[in-house]
């Protein structure tokens, strides 16, 4: 049976010139799991020396604790203010554009302010890559690209991505950009298969934007399937976990993996152990015949 390519432990970002781990580590649950600035340190190293590379957050990240809107970049900013060597060894990604209640603005005075007060959070000279969260409908493309285009002109940004973006929006904002978008960052997993038919994977590889998955254990319901569908995918995972003496969670990143695009896994989980044993994803081998079979129990419905 032929088997799938073996996945790159690094791999380029867009074209950055920045390069990825294969799996990144996301911080979304940062601020809820309760952790101190000292606890942040620990799990952030155990996470680089796991080998990821790729740090996600965003300024949102906090908005429903008490923290409160930029809570989880500023408790990184900690931990980066106190050793100068750390900051270097993470490709440091975060969002922006999100503004509760509006609930998004992407103007050019909010974007620039809003990227000013990350770096201040963060406690750093340059966001490596910067991305719209979700797209504000209410700024035309042209204003969006400006302001991002400035933002890299001014060295306060790497380079740019986009999150939850269509494929027209993402062609749309591309055509008034002079720099070449690096990543999308679709919701993708075994629970969530859309994008793997709608078009957004193809147009990532034919513009060669880096594919980051969030999400991408469905927020950890692949872990605790609840209804049937959940249950059927996660059988057909445990097909392969079990003849390769893996967990589900493995099979389930490992499986994103295999996809052409050269998906990134954004790893959700808070606890070290678990983000270390995320990294067995990249040694997982998949023939077509068993990537296909998860990949029908994911659609529900047996291909053409
Ligand atoms: P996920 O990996 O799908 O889910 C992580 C959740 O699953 C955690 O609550 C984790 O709990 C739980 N879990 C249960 N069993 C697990 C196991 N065996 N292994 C690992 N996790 C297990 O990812 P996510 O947290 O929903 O999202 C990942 C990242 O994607 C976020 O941190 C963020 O960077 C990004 N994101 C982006 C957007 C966007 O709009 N762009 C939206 C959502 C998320 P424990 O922590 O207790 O392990």
Redesign the pocket.
């Known amino acids: 049976m032929s088997a799938l390519p073996v996945i790159p432990a690094s791999r380029p970002l867009g074209q950055s010139g920045l390069k990825t781990s294969a799996l ?7 601020v809820d ?1 309760g952790l101190d600035a000292a606890a942040v340190d620990r799990l952030a190293r155990t996470v680089l020396d796991a080998g990821i590379t790729l740090f ?3 300024d949102i ?1 906090g908005f429903d604790g008490s923290g409160g809107f930029g809570a989880a970049e500023a408790v990184l900013g900690e931990v980066l203010a106190a050793d100068a060597g750390l900051r270097d060894r993470i490709v440091l990604a975060t ?1 922006g554009g999100i503004r509760p209640p509006a609930p998004y603005d992407q103007s050019v005075k909010y974007l620039n302010e809003a990227i000013d007060a990350s770096l201040r959070r963060l406690q750093t000279d340059r966001i490596d890559l910067w ?1 719209v ?2 797209p504000d409908i209410l700024t035309h493309p042209q204003e969006l690209a400006r302001t991002l285009d400035d933002a890299v002109a001014s060295g306060k940004v790497r380079s740019l991505g986009v ?2 973006f269509t494929c027209s929006q993402i062609d749309a904002l591309q055509h008034f950009l002079g720099h070449k978008l690096v990543a999308t ?3 993708v ?1 075994v629970l969530r298969t859309d994008c793997v038919e709608n078009g957004e994977l193809d147009q990532a590889m034919k513009g060669g934007l880096t594919v ?13 399937p609840e209804n049937p569908h959940e249950k059927a995918v996660a059988a057909a995972l445990d097909l392969v976990a079990n003849a390769q003496g893996i ?3 493995v099979a389930a990143l490992s499986w994103l993996m295999a996809h052409p695009a050269g998906i990134v ?7 070290p152990e ?2 270390v ?2 990294m067995a994803a990249q040694s997982v081998q998949w023939t077509r015949q068993q990537w296909y079979a998860v990949f029908v129990a994911a659609r529900g419905e047996a291909l053409p």
């Open positions: 990144g580590w996301g911080m979304w649950r940062l799991s996600d957050t965003a990240y969002k991305q969260h979700r999150s939850n960052q679709p919701e997993s980051l998955a969030w999400s991408p254990l469905g927020g950890g319901r692949i872990a605790a967990s589900r969670t896994p954004i790893v959700g989980s808070q606890k678990r983000v044993e995320a």
